[in-house]
């Protein structure tokens, strides 16, 4: 089942912050963000799992909770390159197949 | 750059037609992963490949097919293509473990006609 992400869209200003949040109906072994630019493949930025370990970009910073089944990420001073629609993918079973949300847009303007 | 592989990087074919894309992991990753992304929605999770075997499947039509060969490149074969398949097709790969990281390609992006 896919997760579901808020908001759906959100404008920055440079250096504002935001938090993208993504929630499952299902029991979670790891939460898995990237963001994609328009036109580009997506770049992964984190990857949260199951006890508290963390994988990922030193300047992103994100959340797991996992028995409300959510994570979120936080974005703090945004800059310009931090544009593009953001995605969290969740892996509830054995392997790793990873079943993304529908993506939140985020516009970083001056 | 991710390192992972995929032509062609554009493919325009007419409907009926059967078309053929092809991805190389990372050097090192053993799994390999087929999205779908049709125009400004999310990704849909194909199929996912480990070492040659087929290891999880997702909404794959029936007209889709895929294998990964002994030298860990990957394949995806959809055929009597319809207008609706017109999209972008990534492939990502990892090593595989369940806490692994996904590296994308560029993407195919297939327009059928």
């Known amino acids: 089942q896919q997760p579901v992400q808020s908001p759906q869209a959100v404008i920055l200003r440079e250096g504002e912050d935001a938090v993208i949040n993504c929630s499952s109906s299902?029991?979670?072994?790891?939460v898995h963000w990237y963001r994609q630019k328009h036109g580009e493949a997506p770049v992964f930025l984190m990857i949260l799992l199951k006890g508290g370990e963390q994988k990922g970009h030193e300047k992103i910073s994100a959340s797991f909770n996992e028995k409300k089944q959510q994570s979120s990420l936080y974005l703090t001073a945004s800059q310009l390159s931090y544009s593009g629609t953001y995605f969290c993918?969740?892996?509830?079973?054995?392997?790793?197949?990873?079943?993304f949300g529908t993506g939140t847009k985020l516009q970083v303007i001056p | 750059d991710s390192g992972v592989t995929q032509t062609p990087k554009h493919l325009i074919t007419a409907t009926g037609q059967r078309v053929t894309l092809r991805c190389s992991p990372r050097?090192?990753?053993?799994?390999v992963y087929w999205y779908q992304q049709s125009l400004d929605q999310g990704l849909q999770f194909l199929i996912q490949y480990y070492n040659g075997e087929e290891r999880a499947k997702g909404n794959i039509l029936e007209r889709f097919s895929a294998q990964q060969f002994p030298d860990l490149h990957s394949e995806l074969n959809l055929s009597s293509l319809e207008l609706g398949d017109s999209a972008l097709y990534f492939c990502a790969s990892s090593s595989g473990d369940r806490s692994a990281e996904q590296y994308f390609g560029p993407g195919t992006r297939l327009t059928v006609t």
């Open positions: 993918g969740t892996v509830t079973g054995g392997y790793q197949k990873v079943t």
């Open positions: 299902k029991a979670l072994y790891s």
């Open positions: 050097s090192g990753d053993l799994s």
